[in-house]
C-alpha cells in the first residue's frame, strides 16, 4: 500500500463486510458505514461488523482513534434497520414524546453505535421541516419553528454523547423550503430571510470540535457554486457557526456539475477540513489523485485540523463485542419503537 499525506483528509465510503474484503490500496483518514457494509443477519451480522471495524482500526487507526460514523437516524435513514427493525423518524419522536423522546433515542442510537465501535453518528437532521416532498427530507426535519429544532437537536446529542458518540449538525446552514433532492440535483435558496431563519439551530448548536455538514445548496452568497464550495459555507461563514466541516457527499448530484479537480479545489479553499466520498470506489480513487496532484499549501491545514479532531474522539467497542449487551439494547430499541 502506497499511501500520501493528503489521504489523511479523506472521508469514505468503502466496499466490504469483512476485513478482507476492504481494499487497502488507500489509507483514508476515516470512514463511514452504509448498509452494503452490513450483513443483513440480526444474529451474526452485528459481530462480523465489529469484527471488521476492529480490523480497519487497527489497519487505519493507529496514531489516534479512526473515526468511524454511520447514518443512524431513525425512520427512513436507518442503516441499522435490518438488525433493529423499524425504528420512527425525528419528527415522529419530537412529535409524539418531546424533548425527552428525543434525548432516549439519542441515548439508544449512542449506545448502539458505542457497542459496535462506531463513535460518530452523521445526525441528527437540524434543518427546518417544511412539508415539502420529493426533497430528500420529509420527516428527517421535526419543526418548521426553529427554536423547537434548536431543543429536539440538542437533547439527541446530548443522549448520543452520554455514551461519548459524536453527533454532526446537518445540512448547514438548513435546507427548509428547498423543492430540489440535493441527491440529484443543486437546490436552491435565494431569499436571505428563510436562509437566516434556517441557519439558526447551527447557530445555537455549533461548537468548536462538532462537526457541521454543509449542503449542496446554492444561495446569493455562493452562486453559481453550492454553498458546500463556497467559502462562505465552511470557517468563513457569515452565522458565525464554528467547527469541524465537511461538504456533503462529494459524489451526490448537487456538485457533479463540478470536476473532480474543481470539487476539491473550491471545498479546500473554502477551508474544509475533510473531503466526504461516500458511494464508489472510482469516486475515492479519483478525490484521492486529485488531492495528490494539488499543492501541499493546499491540503495540509486541512490535514492538521483532521488530526487534531481525531484525538478529540474515543475508541470505542472493545476488543470484544458484548454479544449480551447488543440482544438487550436490540430489545430495548424494539420495545420503545412501539411506542410511537
Given amino acids: 500500500m502506497i499511501s500520501h499525506p493528503s489521504q489523511d483528509i479523506l472521508w469514505v465510503g468503502f466496499q466490504g463486510q469483512t476485513l478482507e474484503q476492504v481494499a487497502d490500496h488507500i489509507q483514508p483518514g476515516a470512514l463511514i458505514l452504509f448498509g452494503r457494509n452490513l450483513n443483513p443477519d440480526p444474529i451474526n451480522g452485528p459481530n462480523q461488523c465489529f469484527q471488521m471495524l476492529q480490523g480497519l482500526k487497527n489497519r487505519w487507526g493507529q496514531h489516534a482513534p479512526l473515526p468511524i460514523a454511520i447514518d443512524q437516524e431513525g425512520g427512513a435513514v436507518s442503516r441499522l434497520r435490518p438488525w433493529v427493525g423499524e425504528t420512527p423518524s425525528f419528527r415522529k419522536i419530537f412529535q409524539s414524546g418531546g424533548v425527552d423522546a428525543c434525548?432516549?433515542?439519542?441515548?439508544?442510537?449512542?449506545e448502539g453505535c458505542s457497542l459496535l465501535g462506531i463513535n460518530i453518528d452523521f445526525a441528527p437532521v437540524a434543518d427546518r421541516w417544511d412539508g415539502h416532498t420529493g426533497t430528500g427530507m420529509g420527516d428527517r426535519c421535526v419543526s418548521q419553528n426553529p427554536q423547537e429544532v434548536i431543543v429536539a437537536v440538542d437533547a439527541y446529542l446530548c443522549g448520543m454523547e452520554s455514551h461519548k458518540v459524536q453527533g454532526c449538525l446537518k445540512h448547514f446552514p438548513g435546507l427548509g423550503g428547498t423543492l430540489v433532492d440535493s441527491h440529484k440535483g443543486l437546490p436552491s435558496i435565494e431569499d436571505d430571510e428563510t436562509l437566516t431563519l434556517n441557519a439558526i439551530p447551527f447557530q445555537k448548536l455549533s461548537q468548536a470540535n462538532r462537526l457541521v455538514m454543509v449542503a449542496h445548496l446554492k444561495t446569493p452568497d455562493?452562486?453559481?457554486?453550492?454553498?458546500?464550495?463556497?467559502?462562505?459555507?465552511?470557517?468563513?461563514?457569515?452565522?458565525?457557526?464554528q467547527g469541524i466541516f465537511l461538504p456533503d457527499d462529494l459524489e451526490m448530484g448537487g456538485c457533479q456539475m463540478w470536476s473532480w479537480e474543481d470539487r476539491i479545489t473550491y471545498c479546500l479553499k473554502a477551508g474544509h477540513d475533510w473531503m466526504l466520498v461516500c458511494q464508489t470506489d472510482s469516486g475515492v480513487e479519483q478525490c484521492a489523485d486529485t488531492l495528490e496532484s494539488l499543492p501541499e499549501t493546499l491540503w495540509s491545514p486541512a490535514r492538521e485540523r483532521a488530526w487534531a479532531y481525531r484525538r478529540t474522539l474515543s475508541d470505542l467497542g472493545g476488543t470484544t463485542f458484548n454479544a449480551s449487551g447488543w440482544k438487550d439494547w436490540t430489545q430495548r430499541v424494539q420495545v420503545t419503537a412501539r411506542k410511537f
Avoid at 434525548?103 to 449512542?110: Q, R
Avoid at 455562493?222 to 457557526?241: D, E, F
Fill in 103 to 110: 434525548y432516549e433515542w439519542g441515548s439508544l442510537w449512542g
Fill in 222 to 241: 455562493s452562486t453559481p457554486l453550492p454553498l458546500s464550495m463556497h467559502p462562505s459555507g465552511a470557517h468563513k461563514n457569515k452565522y458565525g457557526v
